[in-house]
């Protein structure tokens, strides 16, 4: 199965700030259809995991633009220019190339 | 609007078996896959495996076959997970998903 190394496995914020996440994969996640499926999702306190990101670079409807994916092959990040409060919660990178799908193991984003 | 209502929490002793639902509405049921994933709190997520509702064709992680079995009802737009032969590992909060959408999960504990 493929293995999605995410750090930090914490992250502290304050408000305003900008944070990264990494995402590297065991494998590469490059598809033969030319598509490379490595989706971020946000699973804030007690909900459900919500979709971000999907196919590395692109934004959910609805999804505020301050989050960007970028990333290629193996290794893959997770941006948020401008951390609010609404964003706390664990973020998951995920692939969707390679059965069977697999979830990193998340990186908790908290206030500093 | 796309909506996903999962059945109930279970309180099941070892050994039996649990039968989960995941009511839809909001969009063609028929034509759709749904997913399963399974999550220990505190935990990351695991993928379990999908159903194509039109035909009920299905795909597994080789981890959960013989454990979950998929099933879908297209007269009333329902996905089922039936698990089997239950033991404390499989204690766990259940959440199906369609696209982006995720149920709101349902929280299985097996305890004698």
């Known amino acids: 199965d493929v293995v999605l190394t995410q750090t930090p496995p914490t992250l502290s914020a304050t408000i305003g700030q900008s944070v990264s996440i990494s995402c590297r994969s065991s494998q590469s996640l490059l598809d033969s259809d030319g598509d490379t499926y490595l989706n971020w999702l946000l699973q804030r306190p007690g909900q459900s995991p919500q979709l971000l990101i999907y196919s590395v670079s692109n934004l959910e409807s609805g999804v505020p633009n301050r989050f960007s994916g970028s990333g290629s092959e193996t290794d893959f990040t997770l941006k948020i220019s401008g951390v609010e409060a609404e964003d706390l919660g664990v973020y998951y990178c995920?692939?969707?190339?390679?059965?069977?799908?697999?979830f990193g193991g998340g990186t908790k984003l908290e206030l500093k | 609007q796309v909506k996903l209502q999962q059945s109930g929490a279970e309180l099941v002793k070892p050994g039996a078996s649990v039968k989960l639902s995941c009511k839809t509405s909001g969009y063609t049921f028929s034509t759709s896959y749904m997913s399963w994933f399974k999550q220990i709190p505190g935990q990351s997520i695991e993928w379990i495996g999908m159903?194509?509702?039109?035909?009920?064709?299905?795909g597994y992680n080789q981890k959960f076959k013989g454990k979950a079995t998929l099933t879908v009802d297209t007269s009333s737009s329902t996905a089922y997970m039936d698990l089997s032969s239950l033991t404390t590992e499989d204690s766990a909060v259940y959440f199906c998903a369609r696209g982006t959408e995720w149920g709101q999960g349902t929280l299985v504990t097996v305890s004698s």
């Open positions: 995920m692939q969707a190339t390679h059965a069977p799908w697999t």
């Open positions: 159903i194509y509702a039109g035909d009920g064709g299905t």
